[in-house]
């Protein structure tokens, strides 16, 4: 027998997880009824009976994150938002199961891992690190279809929902990469825990994270140059006979977009602690640009479940309707739980951003203040390829940290999408890669992203901007 539940002035029934009935009739954990609501940018799955039984092997599958580390994150976040550390938001725009080794996961958290460092050592203040990774498998579209040489067939919408082989039969959605999409992430999520666990992001580990990088990069010379002083420290603090754990391994956490409801709705959890129900599928979620519709099934579902959360904001945010979103989101201005997601442009950012932060730190509500300087960037080449400019990029980071410092308010955060490999995506920086190499690696399945230079020479920048607040 169900309960009922009040969310978002929505009457829903709680009912029984499939799986979990018992003969005794004891209590038994639920799962939240989602209410009918407008839902954008879901799949077009063809068979319904096939999406029913995906889901709810999804329900009864075990969780991938916990509700403590939810409430840990969402601490961390609450220190970040106060003005007294840094969120660093790192990894690839779409994840694919064929990137899925160990190789690539390793790639990636080293880079963010090696961003941090610079992050905490340049500006001597704790960065929370937060990987776009283990359920970044799902992505908006423009267009529901794409047309080439008069073929036309279903768009890519992530390896979560179908291939991105341009083929009729490969773009059609397919419920059971759900359940490939909840298995890819559960293996990223073990390594990533060993990793970061075991041993490898030892601050010891400065150097040896370096190795494969540092003879012919300049941010790579100029990194080497920061481990050897966090060495003399390190070995300095060892001599008084101070060996802080901290100092042996990182608290990681996993993100992702909430977009597909289909995979999100079923992977949430009521706590056995505090019986309030959790997302399972990642420790913090985001709303998009395109799906915060505050009156939409995206924004319901943040609402409800009580992981730290984030929304994308565009350069066509209304302020008060950011503050229509945050009155829906943390009616009870829980410090921690929301981020604000930036993503204006270089060319707009100091004209759109100043009006929402000064309404937003007006009306009480603490909010972490994330700078995403990747989606508000993106043009297509002349060879055409979707591309960013890295000075645009630098750009809009400077814009956000101007902004703040005029109103006084916090520039919590970056988020970036970024990969370990020296691919040939986002064009500029030291290295200089101009359009016509852009085809040389070439290898996002969706947007490019910085490579392992670029991103720590913009960890470069951030850490001197902040050092000198």
Known sequence: MGSSVTLLGVT???????????????????VVQWPDLPAAHQPPWPDASALDRVRAQLAVLPPLVFAGECDQLRAELAAVASGNAFVLMGGDCAETFA????????????????????????????VVKVGR???????????????????TVNSYLGDGVNEIVFEEAARRPDPQRLIEAYNASSAALNLVRAFTQGGYADLRQVHAWNQDFVRDSPAGQRYEAWAAEIDRALAFMQACGADPEEFRRVDFYAAHEALVLDYEEPLVRIDSRTGNPYSVSGHFLWVGERTRDPEGAHVNFAATINNPIGVKLGPTTDPDAALRLLDKLNPDHIPGRISLITRMGAS?????????????????????????PMHGNTRTSSSGHKTRQFDDVIGEVRGFFDVHKAIGSHPGGMH????????????????????HQLADRYETACDPRLNREQSLELAFLVSEILGSK
Not at 108 to 125: D, E, I, P
Not at 133 to 151: C, H, I, N, V
Not at 355 to 372: L, T
Request: aromatic content about 6%; some cysteine.
């Open 12 to 30: 829903s029934q709680l009912r029984p997880a499939p799986g979990f009935e018992s003969a005794a009739g004891s209590e038994l954990p639920t």
């Open 99 to 126: 990137a899925n080794t160990a190789d690539s996961i390793r790639a990636r958290l080293k880079t963010v891992l090696q961003m941090a460092v610079v992050l905490t050592y340049g500006a001597q203040m704790p």
């Open 133 to 151: 990774m283990a359920g970044q498998y799902f992505k908006p579209r423009s267009a529901p279809t794409e047309t080439r040489d008069g073929l």
């Open 348 to 372: 707009k950012v100091r004209e759109v951003l100043p009006n929402i932060v000064e309404k937003v730190e007006a009306s009480g509500h603490q909010v972490v203040w994330v700078c995403d």
């Open 416 to 435: 970036i999408e970024l990969t370990g490999d020296d691919v040939t995506e986002c064009v500029g920086g030291t290295f200089g890669i101009e359009e």
